[in-house]
């Protein structure tokens, strides 16, 4: 099972600064079949990025993704109040499919 | 607008059954692989199970296999989990999702439903 680890657990940022969040895998991610998801506190998961580094439909511009092999960051490059939440990383490529990272909490500082 | 509404949670005592619906809308439910995905507060997020557009591919977790059923029905635009033997540890928010293609391998996923809440406790 390929095991994705998320870090820092939470980051304190003030809104205007630029978040790196890092997601870290014990095996090699195939084909870079990554993705991160936003979660707001009574809402659903929303897709972000896939494929590592490809926006979904309607994420805007400051969310980036980056990396491959074992090492994935997602940037926010100015954060903007909406963006205080949980951002989860995710495999889909490995046995099982499909596996989860703990999440990091992006909270205002 | 796409839409993934679960129904049929609640409290359960061990060993009993329960059977997830998911109702799905804004999109052509037949084009595309359907899944469930289960967040607990010890675990975090965890697929749980995933069935391709007519259901000909289906695929389960280790920890619910030969215990749970995934299926769906195209004409209802309906996902379904048939829940047996239900465990304590299976208690968790259970969120029905969208692929963003017919197979569901090597896919990730594009649309959640916000979820229902099963409870296994007696």
């Known amino acids: 099972e390929i095991v994705l680890t998320q870090s820092p657990g939470t980051l304190s940022l003030s809104p205007g600064e630029r978040a790196t969040l890092s997601c870290r895998a014990s095996q090699s991610v195939s084909t870079s079949y990554l993705a991160w998801y936003q979660q707001k506190p009574g809402q659903a998961p929303r897709l972000l990025i896939y494929?590592?580094?490809s926006r979904a439909t309607g994420i805007p511009d400051r969310f980036s993704g980056s990396g491959s092999g074992t090492d994935f960051t997602l940037t926010i490059s100015r954060l903007e109040p909406e963006d205080f939440a949980v951002y989860y990383c995710q495999q889909y490529g490995g046995s099982p499919m499909w596996t989860f990272g703990q999440g990091t909490k992006v909270e205002v500082k | 607008e796409v839409q993934l509404v679960e129904s049929g949670g609640g409290l359960v005592q061990p060993g009993r059954s329960l059977r997830l619906s998911c109702a799905a809308s804004g999109f052509t439910f037949d084009d595309y692989a359907m899944y469930w995905v289960r967040r607990t507060p010890g675990k975090g997020l965890e697929w749980v199970s995933g069935?391709?557009?007519?259901?000909?591919?289906?695929d389960y977790a280790d920890f619910v296999k030969g215990r749970f059923t995934i299926s769906r029905d195209n004409a209802k635009n309906s996902l379904y989990l048939q829940m047996n033997s239900l465990r304590p540890e299976d208690t968790a928010l259970y969120h029905c999702?969208?692929?963003?293609?017919?197979?569901?391998?090597?896919?990730?996923?594009?649309?959640w439903g916000q979820g229902i809440l099963v409870t296994v406790s007696s």
């Open positions: 069935i391709g557009w007519n259901s000909g591919n289906i």
């Open positions: 999702v969208k692929g963003p293609v017919a197979s569901f391998r090597g896919a990730y996923f594009d649309y």
């Open positions: 494929g590592a580094f």
